[in-house]
């Protein structure tokens, strides 16, 4: 069975029920260990252990390869990949995030299949959803916003047949 799900920005795979679904390809341009438990007790390591190691902005797949995306990029700029926050999330570049987001749209959109699915995953902690939205042609479907300070949102997209 070929797998039919991606995860181009997988980290730590924190909100994965299987962090090890062999239905989903997760990948990352990084891979390592974190040690947190100098942070938070009874935690250990944090580990970034993707199936295939890539940059989301140029994806090594063919054309139409998943009928499901999970899209979770880097929601910070400038944060320290030494600090637990940069860790396990990543970082945006603060002058190229723009151009970095619209090529990650871009490819996730290109290996998905049409009438597959794109989950987004944005946190609004230092730029606004509306502003990242605005990177992409495809219209969201449906979005929720979820979090203590409901800050965070998910929205769906549907690659509609061209």
Same mark, same amino acid.
């Given at each position: 069975?070929?797998?039919?799900? !991606? ?22 341009? @990084?891979? %390592? ?7 938070? +007790?009874?935690? %250990? ?21 998943? $009928? ?8 910070? +700029?400038? !944060? ?16 190229? $995030?723009?151009?970095?987001? @619209?090529? %990650?749209?871009?490819?996730?959109? @290109?290996?998905?299949?049409?009438? %597959?699915?794109?989950?987004? +995953? $944005? ?15 495809? +219209? ?23």
């Amino acid at each position: 069975m070929e797998k039919q799900v !991606l995860d181009p920005c997988c980290g730590c795979k924190m909100f994965w029920f299987d962090k090890n679904d062999n239905r989903v390809v997760f990948s990352d341009v @990084r891979k %390592g260990n974190f040690d947190v438990s100098h942070y938070k +007790k009874n935690v %250990g390591k944090k580990e970034i252990d993707p199936d295939v190691i890539q940059d989301f902005r140029s994806l090594d797949f063919e054309d139409n390869t998943f $009928w499901h995306i999970i899209f979770d990029p880097p929601h910070v +700029k400038s !944060l320290s990949l030494n600090s637990v926050i940069g860790f396990s999330y990543g970082t945006l570049d603060k002058d190229t $995030w723009k151009e970095d987001l @619209r090529k %990650g749209f871009a490819e996730c959109f @290109r290996v998905l299949k049409p009438n %597959g699915t794109l989950i987004f +995953k $944005w946190n609004e902690i230092q730029i606004p959803l509306k502003e990242v939205l605005a990177l992409t042609d495809y +219209k969201p479907l449906y979005g929720h916003r979820s979090g203590k300070s409901s800050k965070t949102h998910w929205v769906a997209f549907i690659k509609t047949s061209e």
